[in-house]
């Protein structure tokens, strides 16, 4: 990496932050313009989206852009962050994620601390954080392997399509669904619901890195026999 830890520190608390407050943010301002609940998704989903596109493109060059644990933790299995540095990001992005969602509160003059009571359990919940996680880490490898330049605008549209066909709206992060479980607005999470959502997340993540590891890798085939042409007549 060209910077310091500590610059790809701040660059992954302050991404996960911005995205936090986006989500939260988001929510409670298409929950406040629309007693439709469809209307109020779809206004979640393309902030949420957008912003992507935009931190992944400042801020990668930085730290990567992780902004995730499971992202961070695939990279380390893959040997492309240390250990160390590993951990510490995921404690960034938990710190940044919280801060995010009191910044949300405190734009709009929502009590800063708040405990949700969204419920959000069930198995069909915890398959599609499978999916959706499995499907996230698919795309930032596959991207990864063929057009790293489009990753921001890949991740960006993965999550707006995953926003919809996913029954848990796609999380697909755990600092996200620690710091939602902070926020007792349209994009909260029950905390008690928290931990069930993150074992789907990490077990989605690490089918992806298994399938990805096998379908992305790049057979070596061997050298072809060349026949000479006059002994073959």
């Known amino acids: 990496m060209a910077y310091d830890l500590k610059r790809r520190l701040v660059a992954e608390a302050l991404g996960t932050a911005i995205l936090v407050a986006t989500v939260v943010g988001s929510g409670i301002m298409a ?7 469809a209307v109020s998704l779809l206004g979640n989903t393309i902030p949420t989206g957008a912003i992507l596109v935009v931190l992944i493109t400042i801020l990668g060059p930085i730290s990567g852009a ?20 590993a951990i510490a990001y995921i ?43 499995f499907g996230l880490v698919l795309t930032i490898l596959g991207g990864l392997r063929f057009r790293s ?7 960006g549209l993965y999550i707006t399509a ?8 796609s999380f697909a992060n755990p600092a996200v669904a620690i710091a939602r479980a ?15 959502f ?20 790049q057979e070596t085939s ?12």
């Open 31 to 37: 929950d406040r313009l629309s007693d439709d609940v």
């Open 66 to 85: 992780h902004f995730n644990p499971v992202v961070t933790m695939v990279f380390g299995l893959r040997r492309e962050i240390a250990s160390q540095a």
């Open 91 to 133: 404690a960034a992005q938990i710190v940044g994620g919280i801060a995010g969602s009191f910044l949300a509160h405190s734009m709009f003059e929502l009590p800063i601390l708040e405990i949700s009571t969204t419920v959000r359990t069930g198995q069909g919940q915890w398959l599609a954080e499978i999916v959706a996680t």
């Open 149 to 155: 330049d489009a990753i921001p605008w890949l991740v």
């Open 162 to 169: 995953a926003y919809w066909f996913t029954a848990s709206t």
């Open 182 to 196: 902070l926020s007792n607005t349209f994009a909260g999470i029950r905390p008690t619901d928290v931990p069930a």
């Open 198 to 217: 993150i074992v789907a997340e990490v077990v989605g993540a690490l089918l992806a890195t298994a399938v990805a590891g096998w379908l992305l890798m």
């Open 222 to 233: 061997a050298s072809p026999i060349h026949t000479n042409p006059i002994k073959a007549k």
